[in-house]
């Protein structure tokens, strides 16, 4: 149900935005997508994209540029003639008590997970409203419902991606565009693989489902939510966490 529409996912060319990435080609979506730092990734992505028998386009950009966001969406939509969906996926974490946090630390992981969110968001938002239609989907986190030690950039950034969302969800339901959020929880990532072992443990201990979630986990809530199967759900927050944040 989503042949030939296009999406634009950010931070696509590795862990989560890579899953996201595939998903949509599966289903014969088009789909931009940008990075920070790995052309090989990046270059990799788009081979596995046309093997699918999609279409893809890539560009290196930050996020926190706000001209550079605005230019890849209108790259996006010469080059394939149209605009459907985002995900805003791009994030980072510099973790560290806030007693030994910098400046420089907090304002990139917020500027980056928040701040280019809503970088991208204003770019396309237009877009959406003029032809009264779009979905869009921002990954959050656990974090940002229950906050984490050592996380007080990442949580505060997360957290504002859930009030933006269920913000947005109500300014533009009237236009037919739908505004969703999917917060995971420990998933299998670059981001996780170097915790220690000792910590790994203790973090599967607290989860119902005992392991932590895979890319795919994610990808599979997001693509519900593109998906007309979820037509009238919008401002929600879809939690992939293997149950470790019920109450």
């Given at each position: 149900?989503?042949?030939?529409?296009?999406?634009?996912?950010?931070?696509?060319?590795?862990?989560?935005?890579?899953?996201?990435?595939?998903?949509?080609?599966?289903?014969?979506?088009?789909?931009?997508?940008?990075?920070?730092?790995?052309?090989?990734?990046?270059?990799?992505?788009?081979?596995?994209?046309?093997?699918?028998?999609?279409?893809?386009?890539?560009?290196?950009?930050?996020?926190?540029?706000?001209?550079?966001?605005?230019?890849?969406?209108?790259?996006?939509?010469?080059?394939?003639?149209?605009?459907?969906?985002?995900?805003?996926?791009?994030?980072?974490?510099?973790?560290?008590?806030?007693?030994?946090?910098?400046?420089?630390?907090?304002?990139?992981?917020?500027?980056?997970?928040?701040?280019g969110y809503f970088n991208m968001t204003r770019a396309c938002i237009v877009t959406?409203?003029?032809?009264?239609?779009?979905?869009?989907?921002?990954?959050?986190?656990?974090?940002?419902?229950?906050?984490?030690?050592?996380?007080?950039?990442?949580?505060?950034?997360?957290?504002?991606?859930?009030?933006?969302?269920?913000?947005?969800?109500?300014?533009?339901?009237?236009?037919?565009?739908?505004?969703?959020?999917?917060?995971?929880?420990?998933?299998?990532?670059?981001?996780?693989?170097?915790?220690?072992?000792?910590?790994?443990?203790?973090?599967?201990?607290l989860i119902p489902k005992g392991n932590f979630g895979t890319t795919t986990n994610?990808?599979?809530?997001?693509?519900?939510?593109?998906?007309?199967?979820?037509?009238?759900?919008?401002?929600?927050?879809?939690?992939?966490?293997?149950?470790?944040?019920?109450?």
């Amino acid at each position: 149900m989503l042949k030939d529409k296009v999406a634009i996912v950010t931070g696509g060319s590795r862990g989560i935005g890579r899953a996201i990435v595939l998903a949509l080609a599966q289903t014969k979506a088009r789909i931009a997508f940008n990075y920070l730092k790995s052309d090989y990734a990046a270059k990799s992505l788009l081979k596995e994209v046309e093997k699918l028998g999609s279409q893809a386009l890539s560009n290196k950009f930050d996020v926190r540029d706000f001209n550079a966001a605005k230019e890849f969406v209108e790259k996006t939509k010469e080059y394939f003639g149209r605009l459907d969906i985002l995900v805003n996926n791009a994030g980072i974490i510099r973790d560290s008590a806030l007693m030994n946090m910098t400046l420089d630390n907090w304002k990139e992981v917020v500027d980056t997970n928040l701040g280019g969110y809503f970088n991208m968001t204003r770019a396309c938002i237009v877009t959406f409203l003029k032809q009264r239609s779009g979905n869009i989907v921002n990954i959050s986190s656990v974090t940002g419902l229950t906050g984490r030690a050592r996380q007080t950039n990442y949580a505060a950034a997360k957290a504002g991606i859930i009030g933006f969302t269920k913000a947005l969800a109500q300014e533009v339901a009237p236009f037919n565009i739908r505004v969703n959020a999917v917060a995971p929880g420990f998933i299998e990532t670059e981001m996780t693989k170097d915790l220690k072992p000792e910590y790994v443990e203790k973090i599967k201990g607290l989860i119902p489902k005992g392991n932590f979630g895979t890319t795919t986990n994610v990808a599979d809530a997001v693509m519900f939510l593109l998906s007309d199967d979820s037509a009238y759900i919008t401002g929600q927050v879809i939690q992939v966490d293997g149950g470790i944040n019920m109450k």
